[in-house]
């Protein structure tokens, strides 16, 4: 076996397997990926983003349509993810008239769907 030369080589996908890569010299840059945090957001910020009434927005909170129920006397908090269950919610409100005393039942649906899914993507690898 001959010496190991510095460096990294990178072939194309043309070259690859079929012959040696060329002898130039390539840069590699290594990217880091930072998580951003999660956002929170006011009643009044996710009710304007969602298009929806504040006093709708917190009816839905009341009845725990972004999660568990809230606790009493709890302040409302609003993140990522309950943002796009109020659009989701108000979406199939509006476009399929789903009622507003059958919403619970399909938020709840909804997300055990979600949960069902991601555990098959986890079995599956």
Do not use: C
Not at 75 to 90: G, Q, S, T
Not at 118 to 124: C, G, H, I, S
């Amino acid at each position: 076996m001959g010496a190991a030369r510095p460096g990294l080589e990178i072939q194309t996908d043309k070259n690859i397997m079929s012959k040696a890569s060329p002898s130039r010299k390539r840069r590699v840059s290594v990217v880091r990926f930072i998580r951003a945090g999660r956002s929170s957001y006011t009643l009044e910020v996710v009710a304007e983003i969602a298009g929806v009434p504040a006093e709708q927005a917190m009816n839905y909170w009341k009845q725990g349509l972004f999660g568990s129920r809230p606790a009493a006397g709890a302040r409302p908090v609003f993140d990522d993810d309950a943002l796009y269950e109020l659009r989701r919610i108000e979406h199939y409100r509006r476009h399929y008239g789903v009622s507003r005393r059958a919403l619970p039942l399909i938020s709840r649906l909804l997300r055990e769907v979600a949960r069902l899914e991601a555990e098959v993507r986890f079995l599956q690898g």
